[in-house]
């Protein structure tokens, strides 16, 4: 899982922002950010970032005080927040206490942060990002028999798909590319939650090969299972 880290690049917000790097390195989640794309605005390089990220962490501390005693935050943040919300991404902003929280915040969660005892802030921080986890599912490498048809794959001129297995339902089927590897040939596929079982269907002309759903941790065989007209 990758996540996209919006923050100001000033050095009172540092140590934070070194809280959340260590914070999702110890999940085995690797962050991205808009650092050094010059200006504090929105470009295409930086919504691109975005969309290839799974998720969104918005850290909005404290700007300029308002006459209201308030403060505001950084509009290029919540640009970047509420362009990840558009595009459907999972999204949480941790807001500093004092920061005038206007509509855009009201129908979203969001986790209040105290600057001097981030500690609560960072705990919360940590739930909903193993709750994010657990939706994406993670990367699984799966090896692929007999040798023989495994091989085949390996040359890339026979189609393969696979598809997912959970709680008596599967998934649409998907093309997936098999790679011939140093002890055999697998594939990787993204998204696998723990639960999940998977199927893998090949097509020769005039033939299918097939095999059961199949859990995670097993290698996978395929078996004749009819022909193909």
């Known amino acids: ?50 969309e290839d990220s799974d998720a969104l962490i918005a850290l909005l501390t404290k700007r300029d005080q308002l006459a209201s005693g308030g403060w505001t935050t950084h509009t290029w943040v919540k640009d970047e927040l509420a362009w990840a919300r558009g595009k459907g991404k999972p999204a949480i902003a941790l807001i500093e206490e004092g920061v005038a929280i206007d509509g855009m915040f009201q129908p979203h969660e969001y986790i209040l942060l105290q600057r001097e005892n981030p500690l609560e802030a960072i705990l919360r921080l940590a739930e909903t990002v193993a709750g994010w986890q657990q939706e994406s599912g993670r990367s699984i490498k799966v090896q692929l028999a007999p040798e023989d048809i495994a091989a085949k794959l390996g040359e890339g001129e026979i189609p393969c798909r696979h598809r997912l ?65």
Do not use: C, H
């Not at 880290?5 to 922002?17: Q, S």
């Not at 590319?177 to 596929?189: D, W």
């Open 165 to 229: 297995w959970q709680k008596g339902k599967f998934t649409d089927w998907k093309e997936v590319i098999p790679v011939p590897e140093t002890g055999g040939t697998f594939i990787y596929i993204d998204g696998v939650r723990e639960d999940q079982l998977i199927q893998i269907r090949v097509e020769e002309p005039g033939k299918v090969w097939q095999s059961p759903a199949t859990s995670q941790w097993m290698m996978i065989q395929l078996k004749a299972g009819g022909t193909n007209k």
């Open 1 to 50: 899982m990758n996540i996209f880290l919006a923050f100001a690049f000033r050095d009172v917000d540092k140590p934070l922002v070194s809280y959340i790097d260590r914070l999702l390195a110890s999940q085995f989640v690797q962050s991205k950010t808009g650092e050094n794309l010059g200006g504090e605005m929105l470009t295409p390089i930086v919504q691109r970032r975005i």
